[in-house]
């Protein structure tokens, strides 16, 4: 079944520390800031700081409007306000990963395992249930998803204690081979639908679009370079090397001659592929949810995308439909 998300929401590697130390203060105020400018749909996962990004966002919730109006309900995906009330809440959260002491983690597809794991997020999270559990990169371990991964996330689900399911990876062909077998529910994928990376075109959009699996689209900076495409910015986690800064710097003068912020166009980018239903973003800061928030609400002149294309920065069949 396909999933209703949010269109935008907010990554929580950041407050659980990715690259650097976030305050508790800084952390909630992240969170509130994303609840104030709508962004409800909250994507984390046990990996996130070891535990640190979901007992920060369950705080945070739990002390919100939202948070308070969601309680977790398993099926809530759609994220839509009843009665006039705050629109609820909507988590996603990871499992396949059990903490261990010491921030060690091991790899545990059995159902014992990934219950362990959903039951321990669901107590730092402050939930019952979760929206969506995706099973987090498991590239390597195809037969033990195949054997006991998601015949557990399938009961998981008629159990009620979440609402959807499906795989949270940052490599398309894996990914792809994933949901040809099992047409999941929803997929997150980072890193690989940008205005720098268009991996995740070649095969698994249109195969999601063809089992009606709702993508989710993270790393649409790359790590942060089309945010900001200045010396030392990185790309896939990585040193960017100065081609790729060069290319950066390129689409950044295209955008410009439109007065559209790089920043937006890549916010925007996912969005022109229709299997895509939302689009996550990491923030560390109240300021970069709020910019996110504007850069997601630019408006994108149509004859921008199609010069982007003629750069090489947007494949042209995505202006076809």
Same mark, same amino acid.
């Given at each position: 079944?396909?999933?209703?998300?949010?269109?935008?929401?907010?990554?929580?590697?950041?407050?659980?520390?990715?690259?650097?130390?976030?305050?508790?203060?800084?952390?909630?105020?992240? !969170?509130?800031?994303?609840?104030?400018?709508?962004?409800?749909?909250?994507?984390?996962?046990?990996?996130?700081? /070891?535990?640190?990004?979901?007992?920060?966002?369950?705080?945070?919730?739990?002390?919100? &409007?939202?948070?308070?109006?969601?309680?977790?309900?398993?099926?809530?995906?759609?994220?839509?306000?009843?009665?006039?009330?705050?629109?609820?809440?909507?988590?996603? &959260?990871?499992?396949?990963?059990?903490?261990?002491?010491?921030?060690?983690?091991?790899?545990?597809?059995?159902? =014992?395992?990934? =219950?362990?794991?959903?039951?321990?997020?669901?107590?730092?999270?402050?939930?019952?249930?979760?929206?969506?559990?995706?099973? /987090?990169?498991?590239?390597?371990?195809?037969?033990?998803?195949?054997?006991?991964?998601?015949?557990?996330?399938?009961?998981?689900?008629?159990?009620?204690?979440?609402?959807?399911?499906?795989?949270?990876?940052? /490599?398309?062909?894996?990914?792809?081979?994933?949901?040809?077998?099992?047409?999941?529910?929803?997929?997150?994928?980072?890193?690989?639908?940008?205005?720098?990376? /268009?991996?995740?075109?070649?095969?698994?959009?249109?195969?999601?679009?063809? &089992?009606?699996?709702?993508?989710?689209?993270?790393?649409?900076?790359?790590?942060?370079?089309?945010? @900001?495409?200045?010396?030392?910015?990185?790309?896939?986690? =990585?040193?960017?090397?100065? @081609?790729?800064?060069?290319?950066?710097?390129?689409?950044?003068?295209?955008?410009?001659?439109?007065?559209?912020?790089?920043?937006?166009?890549?916010? =925007?980018?996912?969005?022109?592929?229709?299997?895509?239903?939302?689009?996550? !973003?990491?923030?560390?800061?109240?300021?970069?949810?709020?910019?996110?928030?504007?850069?997601?609400? &630019?408006?994108?002149?149509?004859?921008?995308?199609?010069?982007?294309?003629?750069?090489?920065?947007?494949?042209?069949?995505?202006?076809?439909?």
């Amino acid at each position: 079944m396909s999933v209703a998300l949010p269109r935008l929401g907010l990554g929580t590697a950041p407050i659980g520390n990715l690259f650097a130390q976030v305050s508790e203060r800084d952390a909630a105020a992240t !969170v509130a800031a994303a609840v104030a400018e709508g962004m409800t749909y909250f994507d984390t996962a046990p990996r996130y700081g /070891h535990g640190v990004a979901e007992d920060r966002l369950g705080r945070a919730l739990a002390e919100s &409007t939202a948070g308070g109006a969601a309680g977790g309900a398993a099926g809530g995906a759609a994220g839509g306000a009843a009665g006039g009330a705050a629109p609820q809440a909507v988590v996603s &959260t990871k499992a396949g990963w059990l903490l261990r002491p010491g921030e060690r983690v091991v790899t545990d597809w059995s159902e =014992r395992g990934l =219950r362990e794991s959903l039951e321990s997020s669901l107590r730092r999270l402050r939930r019952p249930a979760v929206d969506v559990l995706f099973l /987090h990169d498991p590239d390597d371990f195809r037969e033990e998803v195949r054997r006991t991964g998601y015949p557990a996330a399938r009961r998981i689900r008629e159990e009620g204690l979440a609402g959807a399911i499906g795989f949270g990876m940052n /490599h398309c062909e894996p990914l792809a081979a994933y949901v040809a077998e099992f047409e999941p529910d929803v997929v997150l994928i980072a890193g690989r639908f940008s205005l720098l990376d /268009h991996d995740a075109l070649t095969t698994l959009l249109p195969l999601c679009a063809k &089992t009606g699996t709702t993508v989710v689209v993270g790393g649409v900076f790359n790590t942060g370079l089309l945010a @900001d495409p200045k010396p030392g910015a990185m790309f896939h986690y =990585r040193e960017t090397p100065p @081609d790729v800064l060069a290319l950066a710097r390129r689409c950044r003068e295209v955008c410009a001659e439109f007065g559209v912020p790089l920043a937006a166009a890549a916010l =925007r980018f996912p969005y022109l592929h229709p299997a895509v239903g939302s689009v996550v !973003v990491g923030c560390r800061s109240a300021e970069e949810v709020r910019a996110n928030a504007a850069a997601a609400r &630019t408006e994108i002149p149509p004859e921008l995308w199609h010069r982007l294309a003629a750069e090489g920065f947007v494949p042209p069949e995505l202006l076809e439909a």
